[in-house]
């Protein structure tokens, strides 16, 4: 009882705090609904990775993604920043699971992922996304992984400056 009683004061305190568990799949703003955005229009692509704090195009970051069939409800996962649509940025999802499908981009291994396992971009799926909802940097994503997933999301959307 006493060790539920903690869990909880811990959860409390953590809300209060503004920070909640990825399990509650909310922002840190405390957020209910994804931080991310499907449908971006227009994106300017750029590598510029910068280990700094912020989100930066060539960075792997962590955000509240839309599920796909039912885009108020969604799950905090990684995503690849490509560049940028207008002042938001752009990025596609990535997974752990390879389905041998041509929208899926191998992108190796990384600091983004605890266990680390192979991770794959989901090239149809173009998010913008809030610099100040992004939670967390991964790392940066290599040169030549980062074109591989660009030239990937070229097949199924309008991108600028390959």
């Known amino acids: 009882m006493s060790n539920a009683i903690g869990r909880f004061g811990a959860s409390l305190r953590r809300a209060l705090s503004g920070k909640v568990s990825r399990k509650a799949g909310l922002s840190k703003a405390g957020s209910a609904s994804p931080t991310a955005r499907r449908e971006p229009g ?9 280990i700094d704090g912020d989100a930066d195009p060539g960075e792997v970051v962590w955000t509240w993604v839309p599920y796909e069939d039912d885009p108020s409800q969604g799950k905090d996962r990684p995503v690849v920043i490509i560049g ?12 752990s699971k390879n389905h041998h499908r041509g929208d899926e981009v191998a992108v190796g291994t990384g600091a983004w992922d605890r266990s680390g396992r192979p991770s794959f971009a989901k090239v149809d799926q ?16 290599s040169r030549s992984h980062f074109d591989e997933v660009v030239a990937g999301v070229a097949r199924y959307h309008d991108v600028l400056g390959r």
């Open 42 to 50: 227009r994106v300017t692509i750029e590598y510029s990775p910068d």
């Open 126 to 141: 173009l998010l913008t996304i809030d610099a100040k909802a992004v939670r967390r940097e991964g790392s940066a994503l």
């Open 84 to 95: 940028w649509a207008g002042a938001a940025l752009a990025g596609v999802p990535l997974t």
